[in-house]
């Protein structure tokens, strides 16, 4: 494998696993589904759908619920969590590795990212960027904290872990072959579905 980034080491290894076992349940595969319904309310159902950093699958079993005719592939560099996608999906739609060099394949109808950039650093984010807009035939859904400036902020004890700031704007800054359609927000005390609180942003790439 190529040399990893400090960021994508901890989440290939022990935390990352820890991760996937702390993240799943029904209430947030309900929430999950409610979230996806609302983000994609303006966007035509999509045939094919990769998402880049999918743990164990919650966000794809949510678009499989809305979805049941999509065909669905997955991104994840942490290998137990491969090993759970692989009972989730095909194996050869299942790919291990990072999102900054993985090869997936393109011309997927929608590319879904959530809770990943965050965990990315600055100076490779131009990469995942470019990876996600080139693995889009139409649609990329951000799903991620927002800040307006950039900042860096503890999780759980650890430093550059995770970064907060405008992922949205930074890719139409850098790829002006999107276009925003739409966008929204979570609440983590929402009475119904709660999630932490996400802004997600649907883009489209525009027509030429």
Known sequence: MTE????????????????????????????????????????????????????IGMNLVAL???????????????????DRLRELLPPDRVTEGSILVADPGDGFDLVLIKGVLIHIAPEDLATAYRRAVASSRRYLLI??????????????????????????????????EMQLI????????DPVFPLDDITWFLLERREV
């Open 4 to 55: 990893l980034s400090p960021q994508e080491e901890f989440w290939r290894g022990a935390f990352g696993s820890e991760y996937s076992d702390r993240n799943v349940g029904a209430n947030l595969a309900a929430s999950n589904t409610a979230l996806f319904s609302r983000a994609l309310a303006r966007a035509c159902a999509p045939r094919t759908v990769l998402e880049l950093g999918a743990n």
């Open 64 to 82: 499989g619920h809305l979805f049941p005719d999509a065909e669905l592939h997955a991104v994840e560099i942490n290998a137990k969590a491969c």
């Open 182 to 189: 739409d966008y929204g927000f979570v609440y983590h005390r």
């Open 143 to 176: 799903c991620e904290y927002y800040n307006s400036t950039p900042v860096e902020v503890t999780y759980r004890g650890e430093s550059q872990r995770l970064f907060k700031r405008d992922f949205c704007g930074e890719i139409l800054d850098k790829h002006p």
